[in-house]
């Protein structure tokens, strides 16, 4: 496991050791891997959500687009779209 060490401002410092004086970590390095971790987590995810926001854009583009007139087409497109979220959940989950 690598290590890094940082100088830390006295405010970050302070809430670290108030999260281990309660309890709700075990030690200062559990807290900061635990915050690297949900970091890493969060910049992945807006990785994932410009993907998908440059996809529905290029697809706008290019005249793939649905138009949603009527509750029916509502219901459409909340069935197909749920359908591909399942689908995606379904290959995450392997």
């Known amino acids: 496991m690598g290590a890094?060490?940082?100088?830390?401002p006295d405010h970050i410092k302070k809430a670290i050791d108030r999260q281990?004086?309660?309890?709700?970590?075990s030690s200062e390095?559990?807290?900061?891997?635990?915050?690297?971790?949900?970091?890493?987590?969060d910049l992945d995810?807006?990785?994932e959500i410009a993907t998908e926001a440059e996809m529905g854009i290029a697809d706008?583009?290019?005249?793939?687009?649905?138009?949603?007139a009527t509750l029916d087409d509502v219901e459409a497109l909340h069935e197909r779209?749920?359908?591909?979220?399942?689908?995606?959940?379904?290959?995450d989950l392997r």
């Open 29 to 41: 390095s559990e807290f900061l891997i635990e915050a690297a971790r949900r970091y890493a987590e």
């Open 60 to 68: 706008a583009e290019a005249g793939r687009s649905v138009t949603i």
């Open 81 to 91: 779209t749920m359908v591909r979220l399942r689908e995606r959940l379904a290959v």
């Open 4 to 8: 890094i060490q940082v100088q830390l």
């Open 20 to 25: 281990v004086a309660e309890g709700r970590v």
């Open 45 to 47: 995810l807006e990785d």
